[in-house]
């Protein structure tokens, strides 16, 4: 006679399984995040980041509602804060019409790369990679964007969440991280699974 087994989980001193903590610790939706409702919540260094050709931005991103019409969804802004030499920035960005994901750098050989397009009401991790004139953007963990500009930036200034042109938009923003390097894909991989940085070399900073 067999007697059935049961699979038994470990469980935390709390009462639920180790294996549900976990899911809920790697889980951006339990993290503490900041929220932006499209009027005037923004993100912004008032003072220059260090200057270099290499660096490395990421963040989970959570978009409410699409973006308003000719605005874009604008997730990093790096460059100059006016509007009268808006040529020489970046932005990772997401359209108004397609919600796809955009590299933008007007001052390149081409203006913007695109990516793929992205659902309301879901994180997504999102990375952004600099190595002299080469970019990538990696979507939750993968390659999404491959791009090369020989766009220069002048004035390395940093907002998120919107630009000079007051492109707002709603939802969140996680685990922001800056770093002075270029991250390989599975230092990528590693950090989106982590609230707090797992590469502390040449770590900038993070938010929030």
């Not at 809920?24 to 008032?46: E, G, H, I, K």
């Not at 919600?99 to 879901?122: C, F, H, I, K, Q």
Request: proline share 5%; glycine share 4%; charged share 20%.
């Amino acid at each position: 006679m067999f007697r059935r087994q049961k699979t038994l989980y470990p469980f935390s001193r709390f009462g639920f399984p180790i294996c549900v903590i976990q899911l809920l610790l790697f889980s951006p939706a339990a993290w503490p995040a900041v929220r932006a409702d499209n009027t005037s919540d923004a993100m912004l260094r008032l003072s220059d980041l260090p200057a270099t050709d290499n660096y490395t931005m990421m963040a989970w991103v959570y978009l409410i509602v699409d973006p308003p019409a000719l605005d874009k969804a604008v997730i990093f802004h790096r460059g100059r804060n006016d509007t009268n030499n808006y040529l020489e920035e970046l932005f990772l960005q997401v359209d108004d019409v397609s919600r796809e994901l955009e590299l933008y750098m007007p001052g390149g050989v081409n203006d913007w790369e695109v990516g793929s397009a992205l659902s309301l009401a879901t994180w997504y991790h999102m990375a952004v990679i600099k190595s002299g004139d080469d970019y990538t953007v990696y979507l939750n963990g993968v390659v999404d964007i491959v791009w090369t500009s020989s766009g220069v930036l002048t004035n390395t200034r940093l907002s998120m969440m919107n630009d000079q042109f007051e492109e707002l938009w709603n939802g969140r923003m996680a685990a922001v991280k800056i770093w002075n390097a270029v991250l390989t894909q599975a230092e990528v991989r590693n950090e989106m699974r982590s609230y707090r940085p797992k590469r502390l070399a040449s770590l900038y900073g993070w938010w929030p």
